[in-house]
């Protein structure tokens, strides 16, 4: 039985197959279009799930689309009216692609697949609901889906036992905790549906100082983490930006302007939305458990993404254990409607011995065999050293220990917004230096930006308040006190971006400003040969972690072919590229042209 999963025409499309209740490819299309969240039909990353799975359009038993257009379309036209003569332009903007393309999702999918079988359109936050439940390794959860908006639902929570998964109560547009957060990502000069992690990212600069603004004038929150929005400081339902002028006055002036100067206020800005999020998600989840009476959390929809938020849910309950859908937004909704139809529609049982590695540690992209490597590399004839399995561990920990920075492009590639140890570059977390090389010299992203650590499952406790597994990067813990560099007078009086200047542990690469880090924990069974170099480099510097970001640059999708892979090692500050068993080292290459300024070719923050 194989059921393909599509989420496709609004921003991060997915598609994903499932043969049996067995998730065997899963990927996003941007990583083939080189398009950064592209929203198109996810054609490209149809074709690699079903040539992984060995079967052509014609042999798919039935797809799912991740949510119900009409109602959308319902929403949209609803809102217009209401607010009606404002918001005109973007009416007539919005509703031509809409009658042309998006109410006729049916005829598109088997146009564009070539396919004659039955599709299915679960809701919107009933995919996000088993992307969450499903592949966790729990036969009975409490549910909690936070997002922007799916059709008309922005929140919902439910059960989830065994193969069935209900729905127990909503929060509907235009109150929303995403749109909410987008909002002040939008107000503080980022991309909305985009960098709303560098808000997060940039919160431990400031200081709360908005927070009982917003609680006073932009919300109204109810103990149980319902609430309403204050619609006159907002533009979404039908503008073109996110605020309006009234928000403006309210804070002080007009938003941040895209590539300019980050002041204190933006940073006291993402402090204080951070920390609302917090709270509402605390609340909600209070709730949820009250109600519910579940030991077990399974989170899912992009607010799921917001790690602070999920590590302080982990430190301070009411669940006993949590599971997150790695990829959170709406790519692993593809996922969901696949499982759903495999579970809810067609009433076939789950096999919890199996849960544990149903999402394969969320390995579920395309890979690429030696001789296509060296395929490549011979063609345009690059130089090359060649390592056995055994020699790469070792071999690549002594050049992190060396503070060389690797490109590291090995097997499956991740589903997801995470780099999870396929497609990443990594460091020395020791290195005071690290940070600052890789943001500006590799990245060329903002300064301001954590690094997070790959820890040895093993000793994670030995290094932060945390003693479960991380797989999928989607945590924060705090750095223990005893690894912790005690401050001085004068450093402890520096505000805002001079904190940067300070190493506060004895891995400062990996230590956020406030003593924090998002961490991925890793076993040998999950990704041995990440693992072992990992573990190598433990045996040569005592320390049990490296530093682990993501394969790219600012604006870029993660790279998913070997060229994209080495386009961005010669296009960077990168010293070594491991990829398959080939190790390329920087001074042994031909000057690449640059013809391109890479810092200013992608889309603007």
């Not at 040998?524 to 970001?549: A, H, Q, R, S, W």
Request: glycine residues 6%.
């Amino acid at each position: 039985m194989n059921i393909l999963g599509i989420s496709a025409f609004y921003h991060d499309s997915a598609a994903c197959l499932v043969r049996d209740g067995e998730i065997i490819a899963a990927a996003q299309e941007e990583r083939f279009t080189r398009k950064k969240h592209d929203f198109n039909f996810p054609t490209n990353a149809v074709e690699y799930c079903l040539k992984e799975a060995v079967i052509s359009a014609e042999e798919l038993d039935y797809v799912g689309f991740y949510d119900k257009s009409f109602i959308k379309f319902e929403r949209i036209l609803y809102s217009y009216l209401a607010y009606a003569p404002v918001g005109i332009k973007s009416f007539f903007k919005s509703i031509p692609l809409w009658i042309k393309q998006k109410l006729f999702i049916r005829d598109i999918i088997k146009k564009e697949l070539g396919y004659k079988g039955k599709v299915l359109f679960p809701e919107h936050h009933e995919s996000h609901a088993s992307s969450a439940f499903y592949p966790s390794p729990f036969s009975e959860a409490a549910i909690l889906t936070v997002d922007a908006v799916g059709e008309w639902t922005t929140t919902s929570y439910g059960i989830g036992e065994g193969n069935n998964i209900t729905i127990t109560s909503e929060l509907m547009f235009p109150h929303s905790l995403g749109l909410l957060y987008s909002a002040f990502t939008y107000y503080n000069g980022f991309k909305v549906n985009s960098a709303e992690y560098k808000v997060m990212g940039l919160a431990p600069y400031g200081e709360p100082k908005y927070v009982d603004i917003i609680l006073d004038k932009l919300i109204d929150l109810k103990e149980d983490g319902s609430f309403k929005l204050n619609m006159k400081y907002f533009n979404y339902c039908t503008g073109l930006t996110m605020t309006n002028n009234r928000f403006n006055k309210l804070f002080g002036g007009p938003p941040r302007k895209s590539e300019s100067k980050i002041t204190q206020r933006e940073m006291d800005m993402a402090r204080s939305i951070q920390v609302v999020t917090e709270e509402i998600v605390s609340r909600m989840a209070n709730h949820v458990y009250k109600e519910t009476g579940k030991k077990n959390l399974c989170l899912a929809g992009g607010v799921a993404l917001n790690c602070v938020s999920n590590g302080r849910l982990l430190r301070e309950g009411p669940f006993e254990n949590l599971w997150i859908q790695p990829a959170a937004g709406d790519a692993g909704s593809a996922l969901g409607a696949a499982l759903l139809i495999w579970y809810k529609y067609l009433e076939n049982n789950r096999k919890l011995d199996e849960a544990r590695v149903s999402q394969k540690t969320s390995y579920l992209g395309n890979s690429y065999t030696d001789k296509e490597i060296e395929d490549f590399l011979k063609k345009d004839e690059i130089p090359f050293e060649k390592l056995s399995t055994v020699e790469i561990p070792s071999r690549i920990a002594e050049l992190v220990a060396g503070e060389n920075v690797i490109g590291w492009f090995e097997g499956r590639m991740e589903f997801g917004p995470r780099s999870l140890g396929s497609r990443s570059i990594i460091g020395d977390p020791r290195s005071k230096e690290m940070q600052s090389v890789m943001n500006l010299k590799i990245k060329y992203r903002e300064s301001f930006r954590p690094f997070a650590p790959t820890v040895l499952r093993e000793h994670v406790s030995d290094y932060f308040d945390i003693d479960c597994e991380s797989p999928y990067m989607l945590l924060v813990a705090n750095i223990k006190d005893e690894k912790r560099v005690k401050m001085s007078n004068e450093e402890e009086k520096l505000f805002g971006l001079e904190k940067l200047k300070v190493a506060r542990s004895d891995v400062p690469a990996i230590t956020h400003v406030d003593y924090s880090a998002r961490l991925q924990t890793v076993t040998k069974e999950d990704n041995p040969l990440f693992y072992g170099v990992i573990e190598e480099f433990y045996k040569k510097t005592g320390c049990p972690m490296i530093v682990n970001t993501s394969f790219n640059v600012r604006g870029e999708p993660i790279v998913c072919r070997p060229e994209e892979a080495y386009k961005c090692f010669m296009r960077t500050g990168m010293d070594y590229l491991i990829i398959g068993s080939y190790l390329l080292d920087k001074k042994k290459q031909k000057p690449v042209v640059v013809d391109i300024d890479w810092q200013k070719e992608f889309e603007p923050d």
